[in-house]
């Protein structure tokens, strides 16, 4: 390992290794550290994409990352019954096998050049004056080293430390994070479809999701609001022991158990400063109705790769030549997220009976418009069944 780097990237999930071949390719000198022994193990994700975000970022998913085609999603209402299918383009995708689709990004990384550490725990940032200069980590060999870079980038994911040391106000609170809790388990009758469960009784401010990884294997699992976060697992158990689950998963069986936060509140107000970005899931860059993230994070990688590349070359550092990467970013995503956002906090204040007049009375043209954020007739359509959500769903147009 060097002494310096034109760009240290932190993390070796999606953002950081696509932010490190980014890099690479533009010619910087490139470092990326991960503390994990093994790159994407172990999962912390229900493994879902849409086919939509691998046209649009034009991503090669090999056949081995793959672990299920899928056609559409099933989305079930509190009776667990009702559903509404929709099978358009943000539901179309795949469920991944992360631990080779996060190893195939890193392997991706290290052909363009990026130098990569696994084992290595980046404990702090090296600052001159607000300038932040490189990092501070533990080596897989039980040493303490600090190395010096242009820029560093974060991509540390969901747990984010060196954001909050840079001086971002990166703490997602209880109220806009997720926990998310999930069982891999075989037994499990799937169709090519992804299913989503809302109810309040499985899943208070978030849902139950069955994401097929083949014909008989699905990762089942329960993302909730983080005020009630001490019971997920509790959730999760409760609605795999109610009697008309039971008749579809009763001999279904736990291979593995994963889990991890995630936060489904705004991006960060500020992701640069000098010598530093944050990328990813440690920017807050998820989709806050589903928690979705790969994808976001990818994204934000590449712009941010190439940004903190050209900048480092170009010896100039400082938070507003940084801050390019935040406006290309935002002036692409955040409109939209934000938008999602507001659904979030509206659908959270759906009681069980409110979501069953909504699934009795939507089809799945409506489910279209409301994800494309076209809210407006569907909030119409509701109101005329269920006039008391006038001053819920105001909120939405
Ligand atoms: C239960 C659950 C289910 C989910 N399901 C989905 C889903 O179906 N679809 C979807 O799109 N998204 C899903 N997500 C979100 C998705 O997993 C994340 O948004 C995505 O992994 C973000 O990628 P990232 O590269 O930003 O961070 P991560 O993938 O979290 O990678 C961060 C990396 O940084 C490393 N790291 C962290 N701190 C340090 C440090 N100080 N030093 C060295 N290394 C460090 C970690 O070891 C890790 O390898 C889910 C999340 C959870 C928790």
Request: hydrophobic share 45%; with cysteine.
């Amino acid at each position: 390992m060097n002494d310096s780097y034109d760009v240290i990237v932190v993390g070796a999930g999606p953002a950081g290794s696509i932010a490190a071949k980014t890099a690479a390719e533009k010619g910087a000198s490139v470092l990326m550290l991960d503390r994990r022994k093994e790159f994407g193990a172990p999962v912390r994700c229900g493994e879902g994409i849409g086919l939509h975000w691998v046209k649009e970022l034009n991503l090669k998913v090999s056949p081995k990352a793959v672990s299920a085609e899928i056609s559409g999603a099933a989305l079930y209402g509190p009776d667990l019954k009702t559903r509404l299918i929709i099978r358009d383009d943000e539901s179309k995708g795949f469920v991944l096998d992360r631990k080779v689709f996060d190893k195939d990004l890193a392997h991706d990384a290290g052909r363009a050049g990026a130098e990569i550490k696994a084992k290595t725990d980046v404990i702090d940032l090296l600052k001159e004056g607000k300038r932040i200069t490189g990092v501070k980590a533990k080596t897989l060999e039980g040493e303490t080293i600090e190395v010096k870079s242009n820029v560093v980038v974060d991509a540390e994911g969901g747990e984010s430390l060196l954001a909050r040391l840079a001086g971002l106000n990166a703490i997602a609170t209880l109220y806009d994070t997720d926990f998310g809790v999930e069982y891999e388990m075989v037994n499990v009758e799937c169709e090519d479809l992804i299913e989503i469960y809302f109810s309040n009784e499985f899943s208070p401010r978030g849902y139950v999701w069955i994401f097929p990884k083949g014909k008989d294997v699905a990762n089942v699992g329960v993302g909730i609001g983080g005020l009630n976060a001490p019971n997920a697992v509790h959730y999760l158990n409760k609605f795999l022991a109610d009697a008309r689950v039971k008749e579809r998963l009763g001999k279904a069986q736990t291979v593995a158990v994963k889990g991890g936060l995630i936060p489904v509140g705004a991006p960060l107000e500020k992701m640069a400063v000098d010598g530093f970005i944050a990328v990813g899931t440690a920017a807050h860059q998820v989709d806050p109705i589903h928690g979705g993230g790969i994808c976001l994070a990818l994204d934000a990688g590449m712009i941010g790769g190439r940004v903190a590349a050209e900048c480092a070359l170009a010896g100039k550092t400082s938070e507003r030549d940084l801050s390019a990467y935040e406006t290309e970013w935002r002036a692409k995503r955040e409109k939209k997220l934000l938008k999602r956002l507001k659904l979030r906090k509206t659908l959270e204040k759906l009681n069980d009976a409110d979501l069953k007049a909504i699934f009795e009375n939507l089809n799945d043209a409506d489910v279209a418009k409301l994800l494309s954020g076209d809210y407006a007739p569907v909030v119409k359509k509701v109101l005329v069944k269920r006039p008391q959500l006038l001053k819920v769903l105001t909120a939405l147009v």
